[in-house]
């Protein structure tokens, strides 16, 4: 009963992205909807080759932007010089966009603007921190003060010590994040531009 739902429900999507043109279409993590691999009936290349179709033939003015954190894992064809009109590296931030992150998720989640020495202690011991890394402590931080029922921010020192008990992913899984560099480094344009001008110089 349940054969032919998937590709029915993502051309309904598309067609829904056609309706409401022109508009921009973001596919989250593409690679879960369209990895290749086997044992599933042939249901991922139905809906690839259903995809390319629809990339192929689209007439409306739908801009797609897709993000990947395993792009190995998606179809060759998909990635050909074509489908996407660039393809964007987006590595861990550096020590000025964690000072930004930081200062983005402080006042979303805390309604405050933390000192510049707070910023800087804790630009210094997130190396290596991905921005949902980032955004995941400021927002345990947010969550002690609610559940205390504390409206003050807690002091410095408490602050920087919820960043020192995470191990990021780039510490638990440095062969992954090695792969994923060389991958990205070789084959995308660099997103930050910080780093894209020290590469053009």
């Not at 290349?45 to 190995?72: C, H, P, Y």
């Not at 992150?101 to 910023?119: D, H, Q, V």
């Not at 559940?147 to 807690?154: A, G, I, K, M, N």
């Not at 602050?159 to 638990?172: D, K, W």
Request: hydrophobic fraction near 40%; glycine fraction near 6%.
């Amino acid at each position: 009963m349940y054969v032919g739902q998937s590709e029915s429900q993502l051309r309904e999507a598309l067609a829904t992205a056609e309706r409401v043109a022109p508009c921009v279409l973001w596919i989250d993590e593409i690679e879960k909807g369209l990895a290749t691999g086997g044992g599933d009936g042939g249901t991922t290349r139905r809906l690839i080759g259903q995809f390319l179709f629809w990339m192929q033939e689209l007439s409306a003015k739908v801009f797609m932007v897709a993000t990947a954190n395993d792009v190995s894992t998606l179809p060759p064809e998909l990635l050909r010089k074509g489908r996407f009109d660039e393809l964007f590296f987006v590595d861990l931030p550096d020590a000025a966009d964690r000072a930004e992150i930081l200062n983005m998720y402080f006042r979303k989640y805390l309604s405050t603007e933390p000192s510049a020495g707070l910023i800087d202690d804790l630009v210094a011991i997130t190396d290596g921190f991905s921005g949902s890394d980032l955004d995941a402590v400021v927002h345990d931080v947010a969550t002690k003060m609610y559940v205390e029922r504390r409206t003050d921010l807690p002091r410095e020192a408490e602050v920087v010590q919820f960043f020192t008990n995470v191990v990021p992913y780039s510490q638990t899984n440095p062969e992954d994040l090695a792969a994923i560099r060389a991958w990205g480094t070789s084959r995308g344009v660099p997103a930050s531009r910080r780093r894209h001008e020290s590469s053009v110089t």
